[in-house]
């Protein structure tokens, strides 16, 4: 598993990001099929660049939680994180009480399902 601390993130711009980038370009196509078409290549990458700075905003750089993040941000919008329509994004992103990122993401995740489907 890739972890990017920001002391790393000059070297994450190397083979690693083009890897990351490789990667997640895949999965972006196979999730979010509609949502990547409207995009270029170019602008799909960009995409997921900014998803991995913002990500990292919130101590959020193990490459399973950027992930997730990158995700959030395709169905959400590109800043979700400070969207007054979505309170509850930037309420858990920076709640200083949830050290763990990987438990924000779970959190996200849930608020996110219960903003979709109620309850």
């Known amino acids: 598993m890739l972890t990017i601390r920001k002391e790393q993130m000059a070297?994450?711009?190397?083979?690693?990001?083009?890897?990351?980038?490789?990667?997640?370009?895949?999965?972006?196509?196979?999730?979010?099929?509609?949502?990547?078409?409207?995009?270029s290549e170019p602008e799909l990458r960009?995409?997921?660049?900014?998803?991995?700075?913002?990500?990292?905003?919130?101590?959020?750089?193990?490459?399973?939680d950027v992930c997730r993040y990158i995700d959030l941000m395709v169905v959400l919008g590109r800043d979700f994180d400070r969207d007054p329509k979505l309170p509850w994004a930037s309420s858990i992103l920076n709640n200083r009480a949830l050290k763990d990122p990987g438990y924000k993401l779970e959190r996200l995740s849930k608020a996110f399902k219960r903003q979709v489907h109620g309850g």
Request: proline share 4%; charged share 25%.
């Open 46 to 64: 960009e995409t997921i660049q900014y998803g991995i700075k913002a990500a990292a905003k919130y101590g959020i750089i193990i490459e399973r």
């Open 11 to 39: 070297v994450f711009r190397g083979p690693a990001v083009k890897a990351f980038e490789e990667r997640m370009v895949a999965h972006l196509g196979r999730c979010f099929p509609k949502q990547c078409r409207a995009l």
